[in-house]
């Protein structure tokens, strides 16, 4: 019914805090990197409101899909109350039993995958500072 709306709250909140560590933040920090035996390459690390933005973009396209389903389904309408359930006192404790349980858990849900693609891209930045043997 409206389980979009928790996700979409925490996009507009990672959105805004993804702008405030941006204009925060100072150079991106460069590293050297040298892949078997190859010349240096100097390249720059991710920087945090990158990462960020990740979150926010994975959040907006799940609310806006979440969306577009309940639009398809009729209970998001383009007139007030906009939400089919609102219009229903009984309905309306659904909504946000719906809210509470199934949209808290897709915003951790699409937290938790951040979090591992946080993982995954500091393992990769790690590697490639690490020097390499190279076995003849």
């Given at each position: 019914?409206a389980?979009f709306?928790?996700p979409?709250?925490?996009?507009?909140?990672?959105?805004?805090a993804a702008?405030?560590?941006k204009?925060?933040?100072k150079?991106?920090?460069?590293?050297?990197?040298q892949?078997d035996g190859?010349?240096p390459e100097a390249?720059?690390?991710?920087?945090?409101s990158?990462k960020?933005?990740?979150?926010?973009?994975?959040?907006?396209?799940?609310?806006?899909?979440?969306?577009?389903?309940h639009?398809?389904?009729g209970?998001?309408?383009?007139?007030?109350p906009?939400l089919s359930?609102a219009?229903?006192?009984?309905d309306?404790?659904?909504?946000?039993?719906e809210m509470a349980?199934t949209?808290?858990?897709?915003?951790v849900?699409?937290t938790a995958v951040?979090?591992?693609?946080l993982a995954?891209?500091?393992?990769?930045?790690?590697?490639?500072v690490?020097?390499?043997?190279?076995r003849k």
């Open positions: 019914m389980c709306l928790v979409a709250a925490e996009a507009v909140i990672t959105t805004i702008k405030v560590v204009s925060k933040e150079e991106p920090e460069t590293i050297q990197v892949f190859t010349e390249v720059e690390k991710i920087p945090f990158r960020m933005k990740w979150l926010s973009n994975l959040l907006w396209g799940g609310s806006g899909l979440l969306a577009f389903e639009v398809w389904h209970e998001l309408t383009a007139w007030f906009f359930a219009n229903n006192p009984a309306l404790t659904a909504m946000l039993q349980t949209g808290t858990a897709m915003a849900l699409v951040w979090a591992g693609m995954v891209a500091a393992s990769v930045e790690k590697k490639a690490r020097p390499r043997l190279v």
